[in-house]
């Protein structure tokens, strides 16, 4: 088994697959750039690409090279992609990176890219990929902090569209996880738009989070919330103009700070048909948080 995955940071739903699927697939951590990075590339770019989501070659190759980045006022990413082979066949991708805030002790694993061939999924795959940045921001925090800092799994999710059965599913995939969703209404989240040149500012995407050793809290504390949008963007300014990213970052907490309560966390919807808990997590409810410049394509 990769030392990628410890089966002791998975869900207890998703114990059995994961196992499954860590003895299927091997695990490569990728520590150079060259044709596997390459070919994990052009596998995120056939999804991603068309979507605003994914940094250029030159970016996440540098990321790979470089692999601890300077965010400065003590903070810093550690940057880390992940390869599924079965074989010699490349059958998914997951990229994420261990944002530190060294002060704050709070340890963001920013959950960046994650694929799956169509061909391998439901084998356990996509919820190893799901449990993995735990293990690996553990690795890096027992090397990095004098002590352990609180780790948040965060990942950026698009609001539930009905017209499409996938925005739901991947939310319930998420849900059995582990994870729940920062209230968008308290932190309304925008991802900068990656293409060049950018047709929007940003694209809305909600805080899907995992609160390691507290997953069954059903709030967050105001400074953890507001770690999501802080070291995201600190990232995000590595590689693109404050001019992108600042409305982003100011729009998010300048809303969570209107209170100092503690932000609700939403469960995930169970099925496709859990109404009650798609309701606050569609599309048209989650955009009315933002102003219209931040409400991405169309």
């Given at each position: 088994m990769s030392s990628v995955i410890d089966l002791a940071d998975v869900a207890p739903a998703d114990l059995a697959k994961v196992?499954?699927?860590?003895?299927?697939?091997?695990?490569?951590?990728?520590?150079?750039?060259?044709?596997?990075?390459?070919?994990?590339?052009?596998?995120?770019?056939?999804?991603?690409?068309?979507?605003?989501?994914?940094?250029?070659?030159?970016?996440?190759a540098g990321f790979v090279r470089a692999g601890v980045l300077d965010y400065?006022?003590?903070?810093?990413?550690?940057?880390?992609?992940v390869l599924a082979w079965e074989g010699d066949t490349l059958v998914g991708v997951r990229d994420c990176y261990a944002d530190l805030d060294l002060d704050a002790g709070v340890c963001i694993m920013a959950l960046s890219h994650s694929y799956v061939v169509p061909e391998c999924r439901r084998s356990g795959l996509a919820a190893l990929f799901r449990a993995m940045p735990v293990t690996l921001g553990r690795e890096v925090t027992a090397r990095?902090?004098?002590?352990?800092?609180?780790?948040?799994?965060?990942?950026?999710?698009?609001?539930?569209?009905?017209?499409?059965?996938?925005?739901?599913?991947?939310?319930?995939?998420?849900?059995?996880?582990?994870?729940?969703?920062?209230?968008?209404?308290?932190l309304?989240?925008?991802?900068?738009?990656?293409?060049?040149?950018?047709?929007?500012?940003?694209?809305?995407?909600?805080?899907?989070?995992?609160?390691?050793?507290?997953?069954?809290?059903?709030?967050?504390?105001?400074?953890?919330?507001?770690?999501?949008?802080?070291?995201?963007?600190?990232?995000?300014?590595?590689?693109?103009?404050?001019?992108?990213?600042?409305?982003?970052?100011?729009?998010?907490?300048?809303?969570?700070?209107?209170?100092?309560?503690?932000?609700?966390?939403?469960?995930l919807p169970r099925s496709v048909d859990d109404a009650d808990r798609i309701a606050p997590l569609l599309k048209e409810r989650v955009l009315q948080g933002y102003p219209p410049r931040l409400r991405g394509p169309g």
């Open positions: 196992s499954t699927a860590a003895g299927m697939y091997r695990l490569e951590c990728l520590e150079t750039v060259g044709p596997s990075f390459d070919r994990a590339y052009a596998l995120l770019d056939s999804y991603f690409g068309p979507r605003g989501e994914l940094e250029t070659w030159d970016t996440l400065g006022a003590q903070m810093e990413g550690h940057y880390r992609m990095v902090c004098a002590k352990p800092p609180e780790i948040l799994l965060a990942a950026e999710m698009e609001p539930i569209d009905l017209s499409d059965p996938a925005s739901i599913i991947r939310l319930v995939a998420y849900g059995r996880s582990g994870f729940s969703i920062i209230d968008p209404a308290r309304p989240y925008t991802q900068p738009d990656f293409r060049e040149p950018p047709p929007t500012i940003g694209i809305p995407l909600m805080p899907v989070v995992r609160w390691t050793g507290h997953e069954a809290e059903r709030s967050i504390p105001v400074h953890l919330a507001a770690a999501f949008p802080r070291l995201f963007h600190a990232c995000h300014r590595h590689y693109l103009v404050p001019e992108r990213v600042d409305p982003c970052e100011v729009h998010a907490l300048r809303t969570l700070s209107r209170s100092p309560a503690d932000v609700a966390l939403l469960p």
